[in-house]
């Protein structure tokens, strides 16, 4: 099994919603600067967000964990937008994840064109400095290419990134549950990896007397070039999990994708090429680790090594 990343619905490219006005809001000891900002630079360029916009829009938290921070520029007539998600607080978070894997995703949009990070699992990051209920802080950089009126090869290289925000929610915001997010990364052939789709099933395991022995766990993820899954039967809890051929059986695969030219490797033609170690495992999450060599499968593949960790919010 393969969870592909290579495609996501974007949030709506964000264009000029701000009119220029200044704002006077300033914080203690600000020496006339404003409290709240966002700021970047774009291709080499210092890009900020008009005060106007940082102080009265400020951060949206739209859901448990979720947030859109948005700025708007009128000297640049330029937006940056950040859509963020399963945010628990201060970490470092990728961005270039689609929903579900802590993290976001990231664009640059001027009148007439827009880039947007791809589902890569590594196009950038943002560093969470400091979450409340009424303020959110932090750093970022990210590369994002053309989706609109650009050319796909055509990046936005958005550096020093940094904000402090209002947040402001329309509503009452409840806790973020305990199985929300997932994430899975690890090497592939040497290469790390982040997984920018992840997703996660359960199921009951029987044995050959139609009794149920366990769980069968089923994990997956993919950004635009790497891809890995495995269904691993019989888990009971903490432990290591071998793969395995018989039944029932516990497997692994993996995907590389360049261009049009698949390798695709798995586990399922040899007894015990790897391994799962569950080292946390409750109603709500799963976490562990895996290794494995995987003989080849599809496009005349060499065996290959694949090893990382997973977090999983259980359905």
Do not use: H
């Not at 203690?28 to 210092?46: F, V």
């Amino acid at each position: 099994m393969r969870a592909t990343g290579g495609a996501a619905v974007l949030a709506p490219i964000a264009v000029a919603v701000f009119a220029c006005g200044g704002s006077t809001t300033t914080g203690p000891n600000s020496g006339g600067k404003p409290k709240y900002y966002l700021t970047a630079n774009i291709d080499g360029t210092a890009w900020a967000e008009d005060d106007f916009g940082a102080s009265t829009v400020g951060a949206r938290w739209v859901g448990p964990g979720l947030y859109t921070i948005s700025g708007y520029s009128s000297p640049a007539a330029t937006t940056v937008l950040l859509t963020l998600n399963t945010i628990r607080g201060p970490a470092v978070y990728p961005l270039g994840v689609n929903f579900g894997v802590p993290g976001g995703t990231a664009q640059v949009s001027n009148t007439s064109s827009g880039w947007a990070t791809r589902l890569s699992g590594a196009a950038g990051s943002i560093t969470i400095t400091l979450v409340t209920n009424t303020e959110i802080a932090g750093t970022f950089s990210f590369v994002a290419n053309g989706i609109l009126n650009a050319p796909a090869t055509s990046t936005k290289n958005v550096t020093t990134g940094a904000f402090d925000l209002p947040v402001i929610a329309a509503q009452a915001i409840g806790p973020i549950p305990d199985n929300a997010g997932r994430s899975i990364s690890g090497a592939l052939a040497g290469q790390p990896f982040n997984m920018a789709t992840v997703a996660v099933t359960t199921g009951p395991t029987f044995n050959a007397m139609g009794q149920v022995i366990g769980t069968t766990l089923v994990f997956g993820g993919g950004n635009d070039t790497q891809g890995m899954g495995a269904a691993i039967s019989g888990v009971n809890g903490i432990g290591t999990y071998v793969l395995t051929n018989k039944s029932p059986a516990s497997t692994m695969n993996a995907s590389l994708t360049n261009g049009s030219v698949v390798q695709a490797w798995n586990s399922g033609s040899v007894e015990g090429a790897g391994s799962v170690t569950i080292t946390s495992w409750s109603v709500t999450r799963a976490k562990g680790t895996f290794t494995a060599t995987l003989p080849g499968a599809v496009g005349g593949a060499a065996p290959i090594s694949i090893s990382g960790s997973f977090d999983l919010g259980l359905p």
